[in-house]
């Protein structure tokens, strides 16, 4: 592997999903870290718990190739975990949305799934890549 992808774009996945998570704290006016009663507003609390994962896939693959066959099965981990929480996530997201926005988020979970299918398959079978 190249530097780049060991660690340029680990380090861009982590910016990113940073930027992404502070744009919901301003989004939501930093009423996700103000202690109430109810939650403000639960989709801002899925696009932040979206991006705190896709953080974890990034710190992953920035540390994990250090520890050969461990730390690629952590890698995988990881990413399986970020994409069924994303397609639980956006299979949540489908309550009181017009039809087309349904339609849209019905097909990002799908593929959300079919993502964490396939790396499933290929962390028991590592030698079908």
Request: proline share 3%; hydrophobic share 45%; net charge negative.
């Amino acid at each position: 592997q190249n530097v780049f992808s060991r660690t340029v774009e680990p380090l861009i996945k982590i910016i990113l999903c940073v930027a992404g998570m502070f744009s919901e704290c301003f989004s939501a006016d930093w009423l996700l870290f103000i202690k109430e009663e109810d939650v403000s507003d639960s989709a801002d609390w899925q696009h932040f718990t979206m991006y705190l994962l896709f953080v974890i896939v990034g710190i992953c693959d920035l540390i994990c190739p250090r520890y050969g066959k461990i730390g690629r099965t952590l890698s995988y981990m990881s990413y399986v975990s970020a994409y069924m929480l994303e397609s639980a996530l956006f299979y949540g997201h489908l309550h009181g949305r017009p039809i087309l926005d349904m339609q849209c988020h019905m097909l990002i979970s799908y593929s959300g799934l079919a993502v964490s299918t396939t790396l499933v398959y290929l962390l028991y079978n590592p030698s079908s890549i």
